[in-house]
C-alpha cells in the first residue's frame, strides 16, 4: 500500500502549473495544516501536566532544591568518618568491629530499648516487646486480637508525655542504600531493608526484636507499589522506629536511691541508674576495635513479663566519629 498522498491539485507529466493552481495549492496546504492541528488538539485526552510546566514530577524548583541539600546532608556523615553501629552483647563476649575509618575514633554508647508495639504477619497481629519497628503515620490505637487481653497498645505516635520517636522510612532506606523504582512493591521493599539493615558491621536481630505494623502486612498482601503509595500522598508517613538511650549515672547512696536526686521512690532498685551496664571499648588498631559486655544486662526502666529478656543480651546503638 502506497503511503504518498494524494496531490492537492492533480497533473499529468508535461503540463504546466498555472498561476491559478499555484495559489490554489498554497490554501489547500494552509487549510489541511489547520485542520490537522484542530484534529490533534481534540484528540488529546489528558491535560494535566499543562499545570505541572513549572515543575519535575509535580515538585517545583525550591522543593528539587530542598531535596538536593537533604541528600547532600545525608551523605556528609559518610564522608567524614561517621558510623552508625548495632551491636547484641552478651556478658564477656567481646564483639570485634571493623571501621577501616584509619584512626581511633570516638566512641559512644546508647542502649536500644524495648517498646511494645503490634505485629502483624499474615493477617495474625499480636502484642510484641521489640527494639525496631516499621509503621504508619496514621496508625494510633491496636488491640491485641490474641483473646488475652481487650486492652488498647498505643502506638508511640499518641504518647503526649514524651517526644515520639521516629525516622522516615524513606531515609533509612537512603542510609542503607536500598535500592526501589516505583514499580518496586512494599513487600520487596522491606524485605531489602532488613537484610541490609541487618548486614555487616551490624548484628543480626531476632525475629521477634523486630516487625512491621498492620498497614505494612495489609498493603504487602495487596501488592502495593512504591509508586501507587507515593500517589496517595503516604510514602512519607511510614516510618521507622527506634530508642537509643543514654543516661549520666549518678553515685548511689547506701539504700540504692540517687544521691543527686532527691524525691525518687525509696523502693527504686539501684539497677534503675546503672546503664550503660559497664561496657568495655578497646582500640585495637586504627581500624578495629572491640566492644565487650562486663556485666549482666538489665532493661529496668521498662516491665517486662518474660526474666529472660531482662537478662538475655543487651542490645546497643554505637556511635564512631573521626
Known amino acids: 500500500m502506497s503511503t504518498t498522498p494524494n496531490p492537492y491539485i492533480p497533473h ?20 489541511d495544516i489547520g485542520g490537522q492541528i484542530k484534529q490533534a488538539i481534540g484528540e488529546i485526552k489528558k491535560v494535566d501536566q499543562a499545570g505541572n510546566a513549572g515543575t519535575l514530577e509535580g515538585k517545583n524548583l525550591q522543593q528539587i532544591e530542598d531535596e538536593i541539600l537533604t541528600k547532600a546532608f545525608e551523605q556528609l556523615p559518610k564522608r567524614t568518618g ?8 552478651k556478658k564477656d563476649e567481646e564483639k570485634v568491629i571493623e571501621h577501616k575509618l584509619k584512626a581511633c575514633p570516638l566512641v559512644d554508647v546508647y542502649q536500644l ?3 511494645e508495639v503490634v505485629c502483624s504477619e499474615d493477617d495474625k497481629r499480636r502484642a510484641a516487646w521489640v527494639n525496631f519497628y516499621l509503621w504508619y503515620a496514621n496508625e494510633k490505637r491496636f488491640r491485641d486480637v490474641s483473646g488475652a487481653t481487650a486492652s488498647p497498645i498505643v502506638v508511640e505516635s499518641t504518647d503526649t508525655r514524651n517526644h515520639p520517636y521516629k ?44 516487625c512491621h505494623s498492620p498497614w505494612f502486612d495489609r498493603c504487602c498482601r495487596e501488592k502495593s507499589s512504591v509508586g501507587e503509595i507515593q500517589k496517595n500522598g503516604e510514602w512519607d508517613d511510614l516510618l521507622f522506629q527506634m530508642r537509643p538511650i543514654k543516661t549520666i549515672n549518678y ?10 536526686l532527691p524525691g525518687a521512690p525509696a523502693n527504686t532498685p539501684p539497677t534503675q541508674y546503672q546503664f550503660p ?14 566492644v565487650r559486655l562486663l556485666m549482666d544486662p538489665v532493661y529496668s ?12 543480651e543487651e542490645k ?3 556511635l564512631l566519629k573521626v
Open 167 to 210: 525516622i522516615k522510612f524513606s531515609d533509612m532506606l537512603y542510609r542503607y542504600n536500598v535500592k526501589y523504582t516505583k514499580d518496586s512493591s512494599l513487600e520487596d521493599v522491606v524485605n531489602d531493608f532488613w537484610t541490609a539493615f541487618f548486614s555487616t558491621p551490624n548484628d543480626q536481630f531476632d525475629e521477634d526484636q523486630y
Open 82 to 89: 561517621y558510623q552508625m553501629i548495632f551491636k547484641r552483647l
Open 316 to 318: 546497643v546503638m554505637l
Open 277 to 290: 551496664h559497664n561496657i568495655q571499648i578497646s582500640h585495637f588498631d586504627f581500624d578495629t576495635l572491640g
Open 251 to 260: 553515685p548511689l547512696t547506701a539504700t540504692g536511691q540517687p544521691a543527686s
Open 12 to 31: 499529468k507529466p508535461g503540463e504546466l502549473i498555472t498561476a491559478e493552481d499555484w495559489n490554489a495549492m498554497q490554501g489547500l496546504i494552509k487549510q
Open 301 to 312: 526502666n521498662t516491665w517486662f513479663p518474660d526474666s529472660k529478656i531482662r537478662t538475655k
Open 113 to 115: 530499648d524495648y517498646f
